[in-house]
């Protein structure tokens, strides 16, 4: 069990990396400490990723859809973060098993 928790930890290690780039990245640290507004961390086991501009939408009062799989899915309210420090301006989202953990938008949102 421990061997596998090992490897989930490394896992998430590498895939929070990815959505802030190399480990190196000064962005690395910013990203390992989002949260979503209940305080749980974006990146503990999902994996953050770069949306594109088209492929995310805002209905003007903070509600967000992200194209995903093929379809338009909603971003849990729960989900959306929006910090005020960022140091990107691409909007990025945290998935884990289909489920949308965290959501960042654009800097134009």
């Given at each position: 069990?421990?061997?596998?928790?090992?490897?989930i930890f490394l896992v998430s290690i590498v895939m929070c990396a990815l959505a802030g780039g190399h480990i190196d990245d000064p962005n690395?640290?910013?990203?390992e400490h989002q949260?979503?507004?209940a305080?749980?961390?974006?990146?503990?086991?999902?994996d953050g990723h770069q949306v594109d501009d088209a492929d995310w939408k805002s209905d003007g009062a903070g509600h967000y859809q992200v194209w995903l799989?093929?379809?338009w899915?909603?971003?849990p309210d729960a989900a959306v973060?929006?910090?005020p420090d960022r140091p990107i301006d691409y909007a990025v989202v945290w998935i884990w098993r289909g489920e949308i953990l965290c959501f960042m938008p654009?800097?134009?949102s």
């Amino acid at each position: 069990m421990r061997i596998i928790l090992g490897i989930i930890f490394l896992v998430s290690i590498v895939m929070c990396a990815l959505a802030g780039g190399h480990i190196d990245d000064p962005n690395h640290v910013w990203f390992e400490h989002q949260h979503d507004s209940a305080g749980r961390p974006c990146c503990e086991i999902a994996d953050g990723h770069q949306v594109d501009d088209a492929d995310w939408k805002s209905d003007g009062a903070g509600h967000y859809q992200v194209w995903l799989d093929g379809k338009w899915i909603a971003v849990p309210d729960a989900a959306v973060i929006n910090p005020p420090d960022r140091p990107i301006d691409y909007a990025v989202v945290w998935i884990w098993r289909g489920e949308i953990l965290c959501f960042m938008p654009g800097s134009g949102s």
